[in-house]
């Protein structure tokens, strides 16, 4: 069983900053099976990238996604008020999905 | 567009049954797996299950296997979720959410590893 860890498990920034949320595997995974979700409060949880590096559709360029392996990334650049909610890894090869812990961003 | 519509609150007893509704609409139903997952409160994400509409068949967490039971109607384009045998553990937002497999008119099915959308969730609380 492939298990994500998120890391930080949370972050205060301020509006206007840039940055970088951590998905580790605890083993090797395609790229292609790697997913972030945005979920702000009293809401579900909204796709933004999947395939580890393709935005969905209508998300801004200031999302992006990298990574490869066991390590990938999601980098939100200038920060807006709505940018401020929890983040979820999630991994899914066609076994059994797994999501990661969760990152929350608060604002500073 | 691609919606997924779940039904309302529920109020359960322990030891009791619940059953959420799923309904799809802006996409043809029976081309995508329905994937189940929960959240408990202030916690993250826990798959459940998925199902695949088109012939039914099923696949679940071992945590939930032999307590969960996942359904459809396809005349209806809606999915189906019952948990039975209900604890306090079990109070959660549940959550519908398409992806998983897409399956073509040919029969050949298609991993897409990403769940989009998601239904807006039902808060199932159990309590005596």
Redesign the interface.
């Known amino acids: 069983e492939i298990v994500l860890t998120q890391s930080p498990g949370t972050l205060s920034l301020s509006p206007g900053e840039t940055v970088t949320l951590s998905c580790r595997a605890s083993q090797s995974v395609a790229s292609s099976f790697l997913a972030w979700y945005q979920q702000n409060p009293g809401q579900a949880p909204r796709l933004l990238i999947y395939g580890a590096s393709t935005r969905a559709t209508g998300i801004p360029d200031r999302f992006s996604g990298g990574g490869s392996g066991t390590d990938f990334t999601l980098t939100i650049n200038r920060l807006e008020p709505g940018d401020f909610a929890v983040y979820y890894c999630q991994h899914y090869d066609g076994s059994r999905p797994t999501f990661g812990g969760g990152t929350k961003l608060k604002i500073k | 567009q691609v919606q997924l519509v779940q039904s309302g609150a529920e109020m359960k007893r322990p030891g009791a049954s619940v059953k959420v509704s799923c309904k799809a609409s802006g996409y043809t139903f029976n081309t995508y797996d329905i994937?189940w997952?929960r959240q408990a409160p202030g916690q993250?994400?826990?798959?459940m299950g998925?199902m695949n509409p088109n012939n039914g068949n099923t696949?679940f967490?071992q945590k939930f296997k032999g307590r969960v039971t996942m359904t459809r109607d396809i005349s209806i384009s809606t999915a189906y979720m019952e948990l039975s045998s209900l604890t306090s553990a079990d109070t959660a937002l549940y959550?519908c959410?398409r992806?998983?497999?897409h399956h073509d008119s040919s029969g050949y099915s298609n991993?897409v590893?990403?769940?989009?959308?998601?239904?807006?969730?039902t808060l199932v609380t159990v309590s005596s």
């Open positions: 994937n997952v993250g994400l826990e798959w998925w696949r967490a959550y959410a992806g998983g497999f991993l590893g990403w769940f989009d959308p998601w239904g807006q969730g």
